[in-house]
């Protein structure tokens, strides 16, 4: 379904992905795993078309994506929900969905997906015309990925949905994640948040200042003596 | 204030109906000789303040946007002037727009939508060519570029066509009616409607368009905006249409008003409706409306009650204090909550 063939990008003069090589097949889920700075934002954003790739393509569904701005890629159905969750802080939560569907023209399946959106996260139902800046972090994480669910995505691309929540509220998005992919979207994880990651993807790349260092079916992933030392914290 | 001369309006526009009231104008211009009355002053105060208004919308929606000092936009008061005087005077020829009520009605509308748009593209030209390029470079550079760009087109008024003032004709009779008190000319009748129906016209259109949802959108996150789908660089463009196009409206506003304009026009009524979007917060729209009201009322007040001399330093006095109790403006957020 997405084919990343040996990306190149740059922050100027300096190689942030040198040489990035992903595949996702549909109705995975895929983890991208790496300490801070591998370089795990960097590739999704040059997949939604933030960032573009000096060298290498980007295929999507057999076209070419790469170089394309980003409205157009969201326009492809691959949706990124950025690190930081990025919701709209003075738009009202229901404003902040409504975004999430911005470039679809099918108002009953926008319907439709509004309201099952508000049946996975109740929570927001009942802050529907609370402004998004004022909610907690983990109603903010549930928001942007309702968010990017109003866009009818076909490969989601979720950047460290964990970051800075409680425990409890990690187990919801990761049992969130399960259901949308149950559910039949494809997705692509990035996580700092190794061991629950692996343990939820069905294949996994280990990314390194840049590079992929290792990749293997989450199970294999768990098992590997490195990614136990590095990423699992065991000794 | 220099008052208007229209001993030459009908030279200026051949077939001009004997319409040209210049003693109606004065009338109802900013320094009243009724001092006792505070309704004067406070609609002498609202036509002033809508046409600050209408100017700090440009500065709010480009700062809004593109965290911006759009320096060159004081130029479009000035453009939309010169488009309006010399859309009318062209449509003045043809004989059927003075030749009754509705038709003169629409001489003027068509007047401000020509001027409003050609006021609009300039602005979309003006970021495309001389903002777009430098987005990425820093800060300073826009500004610069900014400033050059105004110059540039004063200089163009200057040159190209005059370095004096020029009489700006009004084609309709302006009467005066006493209320309470107070001499209220249709002119800032007209003023304070129109200006008023524009911002709601924007208001609406940004709370509850799709494309309006879009610019706020951008104005919050602009990365998160384009993750949506958003063309970020159409919401640009728009941006730089609207702005520009309201400025030029009140640059019309303003030859209307006081009768004529001149190539440097915009300078001081930039300066003040920059003010007057700073005080209602930047970036907020309903703020530079509030804040442009405020400053002309401010302005008026001050020039009744205090000195004429002394009311810009009175207005800016006073908005000074209001900026040391809220820093981000009457309507904006405070710093601490825009992280
Ligand atoms: N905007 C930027 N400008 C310059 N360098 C950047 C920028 N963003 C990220 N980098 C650098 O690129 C590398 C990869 O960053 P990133 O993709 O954000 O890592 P990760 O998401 O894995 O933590 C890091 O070395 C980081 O310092
Ligand atoms: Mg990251």
């Known amino acids: 379904m997405l084919r990343v063939d040996n990306i190149h990008t740059f922050y100027g003069k300096i190689e942030a992905l040198k040489g990035i090589s992903i595949e996702v097949n549909e109705g995975e889920i895929v983890t991208l ?24 393509t980007i295929e999507f569904l057999g076209e070419t994506i790469s170089g394309m701005p980003s409205h157009n890629v969201t326009a492809k159905q691959v949706i990124q929900v950025p690190e930081g969750r990025r919701i709209f802080p003075q738009m009202t939560v229901r404003e902040n969905l409504d975004m999430g569907a911005f470039l679809r023209t099918d108002k009953d399946g926008v319907a439709e997906d509004m309201k099952k959106v508000l049946e996975l996260f109740p929570r927001l139902r009942e802050r529907l015309s609370q402004k998004g800046g004022t909610l907690s972090g983990g109603e903010q994480q549930m928001l942007a990925i309702a968010r990017g669910m109003m866009a009818s995505p076909k490969l989601l691309m979720l950047d460290e949905p964990s970051m800075g929540l409680a425990p409890v509220i990690v187990d919801v998005i990761f049992e969130t994640i399960k259901r949308l992919n149950e559910a039949g979207i494809t997705i692509l994880l990035v996580e700092q948040n190794a061991a629950m990651a692996l343990q939820t993807a069905h294949r996994g790349y280990v990314l390194e200042t840049g590079s992929i260092a290792l990749q293997g079916s989450g199970a294999e992933l768990l098992r590997n003596e490195q990614v136990r030392k590095t990423y699992l914290g065991e000794v | 204030m220099s008052h208007p001369d229209f001993s030459d309006c009908r030279v200026l526009i051949d077939p001009a109906p004997p319409r040209c009231h210049a003693s109606h104008i004065t009338d109802g211009a900013l320094v009243s000789v009724e001092f006792g009355i505070i309704g004067q002053q406070l609609v002498n105060g609202l036509t002033l303040g809508g046409m600050y208004a209408l100017l700090a919308l440009g500065y709010t929606l480009v700062y809004g946007i593109l965290l911006m000092i759009n320096f060159a936009h004081a130029e479009m008061f000035m453009f939309g002037a010169y488009v309006g005087l010399f859309t009318l005077q062209g449509l003045a020829q043809i004989e059927f727009f003075t030749s009754s009520g509705p038709a003169l009605l629409l001489l003027y509308l068509l007047t401000f939508l020509i001027a409003m748009v050609a006021t609009g593209i300039l602005g979309v030209i003006i970021e495309r060519f001389a903002y777009r ?13 900014a400033i050059g760009v105004s110059l540039f087109l004063q200089n163009a008024a200057l040159l190209w066509i005059s370095s004096r003032s020029i009489p700006f004709p009004v084609l309709f009779e302006v009467r005066t009616f006493r209320v309470a008190g107070a001499n209220i000319s249709s002119m800032q009748i007209l003023i304070i409607v129109t200006t008023i129906v524009l911002m709601l016209i924007l208001d609406t259109f940004v709370s509850r368009t799709r494309l309006g949802r879009a610019m706020r959108a951008t104005s919050q996150d602009r990365d998160a905006a384009g993750l949506m789908g958003v063309d970020i660089n159409r919401v640009i463009a728009l941006t730089f249409f609207i702005g520009p196009a309201l400025g030029g409206a009140a640059g019309i506003f303003s030859g209307m008003y006081y009768g004529n304009i001149k190539y440097n026009m915009g300078f001081i009524p930039g300066i003040k409706s920059f003010t007057a979007a700073v005080i209602g917060g930047i970036g907020n729209l309903r703020g530079a409306m509030l804040g442009g009201f405020l400053l002309g009322l401010l302005e008026s007040l001050a020039a009744a009650y205090i000195s004429t001399g002394y009311k810009d330093v009175i207005a800016f006095g006073i908005l000074i204090v209001v900026l040391i109790f809220k820093p981000g403006g009457l309507l904006g957020e405070s710093v601490t909550e825009k992280v």
Do not use: D, E, F, V
């Open chain 2, 133 to 145: 390029p430098l987005r990425h470079a820093p800060r300073l550079a826009p500004l610069i570029s």
């Open chain 1, 33 to 56: 795993i790496g300490a801070n700075g591998a370089g795990k934002s960097t590739t999704l954003k040059t997949i939604s078309g933030q960032l573009h790739p000096l060298h290498g």
